[in-house]
């Protein structure tokens, strides 16, 4: 697929490292890294020493049923040419191809001429994500799934569509049907939107599908929502809106629950890093958590909050 990249909730951070004090000539070649970062690939290297080393060759090519290439140049970069010291260089590769994984590696090249090839390291830009979790309420009739996913890049998409069915039981049928932004090299949010008919006691099979402009309809994602087990005497109702989001510096969770507890705030990024945490007391049903994140970079985001045993995650949007 190769015109929408993905990032599901449960992501998996997509960076390997390559190098690290391996002697490359005509250059010691420090760490070799790559990773998304801010809505392109960052890609990152040093060298502990130079000697008459002349330029620095990055390169990308798509690795497709475990073959890689042509290649072809994303940048060069000019060399210390002779040096003792430790050199670092800083490149951002915004002509990536999405969907796809993006094989790269780096050519250190001699000023005669003659060059030696780095490591290949690969970076997974498979960048929508797709969201769907339950909220609990004290009747099990009352229970909703909330469903949404985002894009950080889209392309010739026509529209988006959600199917729900239980394997086996319930054929697949379409919940939700929205038009896409179509192109668009900004973050969309989609939702959330809820499903209000679930089958409860079954696992439920949600499945998220794009129709691209030229009618190539193409399955992005697909999540399995268990509900076998839903409780129907649940008495710790633990929600949370959020608004404004997407926000710019600073945004409100209005945080809802039947008792009083501990609450744990975790935010993560796209690749499982945790961004801040904090711990709250709260003595009521209702708490107003001002969230502050004035320093962090526009992209998608992931809200852990954790209270008596449950656990709920939200999406967040940044945007600057």
């Known amino acids: 697929m190769r015109y929408l990249t993905m990032l599901i909730f449960f992501f998996i951070p997509f960076l390997l490292f390559a190098g690290n004090g391996k002697k490359i000539c005509p250059a010691e070649l420090s760490y070799f890294k790559a990773s998304w970062q801010d809505e392109s690939v960052k890609i990152d290297w040093a060298t502990n020493s130079e000697e008459n080393t002349d330029k620095f060759v990055v390169k990308r090519a798509v690795a497709e049923q475990g073959a890689i290439g042509p290649y072809e140049v994303v940048a060069e970069v000019q060399a210390a040419g002779s040096s003792a010291e430790i050199k670092e260089y800083t490149i951002n590769d915004t002509d990536f191809i999405p969907g796809a994984e993006n094989a790269y590696k780096l050519e250190i090249h001699d000023k005669d001429g003659s060059f030696e090839t780095s490591e290949i390291l690969m970076v997974d830009i498979d960048y929508v994500f797709f969201d769907c979790h339950n909220i609990f309420f004290p009747k ?7 469903i949404s996913w985002g894009t950080i890049y ?17 054929d ?16 969309e949010l989609y939702g959330p939107f809820i499903d ?125």
Not at 175 to 187: C, F, L, P, Q, R
Not at 240 to 261: D, M, V, Y
């Open 154 to 170: 889209e392309a010739e998409i026509d529209s988006f569509k959600v199917t729900r069915g239980v394997q086996g039981v319930y």
């Open 196 to 320: 209000e008919s679930p089958y409860y006691g079954y696992a439920n099979k949600y499945q998220l599908f794009i129709k691209m402009n030229s009618g190539e309809e193409i399955k992005i994602s697909l999540m399995v929502l268990d509900l076998i087990n839903s409780v129907s005497d649940r008495s710790e109702n633990f929600t949370c809106t959020i608004a404004p989001n997407p926000f710019t510096g600073s945004t409100k969770l209005n945080i809802q629950t039947l008792q009083p507890g501990n609450i744990s705030i975790e935010l993560y990024d796209s690749y499982g890093t945790l961004i801040l945490s904090d711990n709250i007391q709260n003595t009521g049903r209702e708490y107003i958590y001002n969230l502050m994140a004035p320093n962090i970079p526009t992209g998608i985001y992931y809200l852990n909050l954790e209270m008596n045993g449950i656990t709920r995650q939200e999406i967040l949007s940044i945007s600057r």
């Open 140 to 146: 099990k009739e009352d229970n909703r799934v909330v």
């Open 172 to 187: 697949d049928e379409v919940i939700i049907a929205v038009k896409a932004k179509g192109n668009s090299d900004s973050t």
